[in-house]
């Protein structure tokens, strides 16, 4: 499995599913056209991208370069590696019949050929660290003690991250994009302020 720090924009769950077999990365859906209404995820995606980078991986049909396209309007392209799927065709297992293009999408398409086109797309690679974890943040006073929930939403807002971030959110984010020592460095700062 490859540690990845960028943050990889896919278009659904399957998508999603696909890559986690193969990297440990934060991996952010768009659900399809949804992304054009989210105006959250969206802000969400523009501080991703600013703190770590974006892998755009969509399908190489017409919808995929529509969202693809979308994203760049808001995220600046210094802050985004582009992956494009070849065109292979082919149906996905899941499904009964080929999409309209009869093209294989993120889903479908072979785990070598998507660890090559992320060591292609030169993807930031990262050796895995000492995770931060939930204990940490009970250390820290960000869950399970007085005060905590305002101190996490003062970090969340901080961070501009969704407010509605469960705990488990919270920790695949901090572990994306910190490590631990850069986080309980980060906190510190953050307490002092």
């Known amino acids: 499995m490859i540690n990845i720090k960028e943050a990889i924009i896919v ?44 892998l755009i991986l969509t399908d190489s049909d017409r919808a995929g370069f529509v969202i693809r396209s979308h994203l760049k309007s808001f995220i600046p392209s210094e802050q985004i590696k582009n992956i494009y799927i070849p065109d292979i065709p082919g149906k996905e297992k899941r499904k009964d019949k080929p999409s309209k293009e ?25 050796k895995k660290t000492d995770p931060i974890t939930k204990s940490d943040l009970y250390s820290l006073g960000l869950s399970g003690q007085e005060g905590s929930s305002i101190l996490r939403k003062a970090l969340i807002k901080e961070l501009a991250l969704p407010s509605r971030l469960s705990a488990n959110s919270l920790l695949e984010i901090l572990n994306s994009a910190y490590t631990r020592e850069e986080f309980f460095k980060f906190c510190e700062k953050f307490n002092e302020d």
């Open 11 to 54: 278009e659904g769950k399957y998508d999603k599913i696909k890559l986690q077999k193969i990297c440990d990365a934060l991996i952010i859906t768009t659900d399809g056209f949804r992304i054009f209404k989210d105006r959250d995820k969206r802000e969400f995606l523009k501080a991703l991208a600013q703190r770590q980078g974006l």
């Open 102 to 126: 009869g093209l294989l999408g993120v889903e479908g398409i072979d785990e070598e050929i998507l660890t090559s086109l992320l060591r292609d797309a030169d993807a930031e690679f990262l």
